[in-house]
Nanobody, 118 residues
Framework: QVQLVESGGGLVQAGGSLRLSCQAS????????MGWFRQAPEKEREFVAR???????YYTDSVKGRFTISRDNAKNTVYLQMNSLKSEDTAVYYC????????????WGKGTLVTVSL
């Protein structure tokens, strides 16, 4: 059974940083993509970032230059370093893996809440 477990969420002031981690278990994703989606209150879920098996990365425009996605295949883990956080980054962040598209993915974590205060 595949499980994706996120950690690292919390409360941070605007301009601050957080690092999210996602540990996968049940299968290896070294040959697949891993990534992050988020859903803000009363908004639709949106794609944030993706990293493929060869470490090519893709970001939604609103986080480019502020967020960095990375992965450690030996640990079956993906990270999201978030800098210069803004109030509009407040959301539940979901780890995804497998075939990761702009609106969907094969596997999902349960999410971790990031709250950015003014």
């Amino acid at each position: 059974q595949v499980q994706l477990v996120e950690s690292g969420g919390g409360l941070v002031q605007a301009g601050g940083s957080l690092r999210l981690s996602c540990q996968a278990s049940g299968r290896t994703f070294s040959g697949s993509s891993m990534g992050w989606f988020r859903q803000a209150p009363e908004k639709e879920r949106e794609f944030v970032a993706r990293i493929n098996w060869s470490h090519n990365t893709y970001y939604t425009d609103s986080v480019k230059g502020r967020f960095t996605i990375s992965r450690d295949n030996a640990k079956n883990t993906v990270y999201l370093q978030m800098n210069s956080l803004k109030s509009e980054d407040t959301a539940v962040y979901y780890c995804v893996a497998g075939v990761v598209g702009p609106i969907s993915a094969d596997y999902w974590g349960k999410g971790t809440l990031v709250t950015v205060s003014l």
